[in-house]
């Protein structure tokens, strides 16, 4: 059974790596579809909302004659990204008393 990664998993997802250092796009993309097998194409529009949003910052630094677009996180992303890990844990444990009900956590 595959489970889904959407909304606000998403956006919890590109805030922690973000929040650990500012990082390009490719490298985040890579590591969050190798994690999660999740496209490019999903991660970028969840990119850009967040940068609308104010979440993120975006800045573009030359590298081989070419540019990387690096996202940094912003007090209010840090703020959303605290947020999104209160609803992972609640959800988290709401999902174990259903799953684990009437058995133990193996």
Known sequence: MAI????????????SLISKEDTYGYILTQYV?????????????????????G???V??????GRNRRYYRI???GREKYKAA??????????VDSVIYQGG???
């Open 4 to 15: 889904q990664a959407t909304g606000v998993l998403l956006e919890g997802c590109v805030l």
């Open 33 to 53: 579809k190798d994690s999660l097998g999740v496209s490019e194409s999903t991660l970028y529009p969840v990119m850009r909302r967040l940068q609308t949003e």
């Open 55 to 57: 979440c993120l910052e």
């Open 59 to 64: 800045y573009d630094t030359p590298h081989n």
């Open 74 to 76: 912003t007090e209010l």
């Open 85 to 94: 890990i209160e609803k992972w844990q609640d959800f988290v444990k709401r």
């Open 104 to 106: 133990e956590k193996q």
